[in-house]
């Protein structure tokens, strides 16, 4: 199962954008790869329409999107179909058929506990290295947060321009964390700071220019 900070698994699979390799599609991009139970689902529906919802957001970032489910592509057709005719929203970004369960294998999304035949919900996000910068799961039953989604590729974004880190409910605008001082000329130096507020010579923030 893959770990944070291990290289994204590669893989070749059939997508209602045709056949993809996934390195190729996400090369020098962040990824957001996510996976759902089922096609024709409600929970399933409400979240990769508001994923299609936001897709401009993610674009303006330097992000790719890719869905997958154990489902054929005839299935995913019909249902990216069913809901931009029904909901009047159109999933235009790849959804793998995983069929054979390779990708979902790979990716450590089954869960035989709680499905055999269906992946969790299953987040995982990419640098533009091919990096796995973080992961989430989600029970079957329970959608995922998008806020959420798009505060922490924010924060992870962030983290990588300004070396910096981010305090807990860290938003876009908040003060980021500098990092601690690691030699004690570094401790001089962040005594001397007036840009940095510090709580102890630790623990300082800093708002971005």
Not at 191 to 201: H, I, Q, R, T, W
């Amino acid at each position: 199962m893959p770990r944070i900070g291990d290289l994204a698994p590669d893989f070749e699979a059939n997508t209602t954008h045709g056949p993809l390799r996934f390195s190729e599609y996400i090369k020098g991009h962040w990824a957001i790869l996510f996976s759902h139970p089922a096609d024709f689902t409600p929970v399933c529906t409400t979240e990769l329409t508001e994923f299609a919802r936001n897709s401009d957001w993610f674009a303006k970032r330097n992000t790719k999107l890719i869905g997958e489910s154990i489902d054929s592509i005839h299935s995913h057709i019909a249902w990216v179909q069913n809901v931009r005719e029904k909901v009047g929203v159109y999933m235009d970004f790849p959804i793998i058929a995983d069929i054979d369960m390779q990708v979902a294998k790979r990716y450590g999304m089954l869960h035989e506990n709680t499905s055999q035949t269906a992946a969790v919900r299953a987040v995982f996000f990419i640098d533009p290295k091919g990096i796995i910068r973080l992961i989430m799961y989600y029970p079957l039953n329970v959608g995922r947060n998008m806020d959420e989604i798009k505060r922490v590729l924010e924060a992870m974004q962030t983290v990588d321009e300004q070396a910096c880190a981010m305090p807990v409910n860290w938003k876009k605008g908040d003060r980021v964390i500098v990092p601690p001082p690691k030699t004690l000329k570094d401790l001089d130096a962040r005594l001397a700071d007036d840009s940095v507020e510090k709580v102890d010579f630790y623990l300082g923030t800093k708002e971005l220019v």
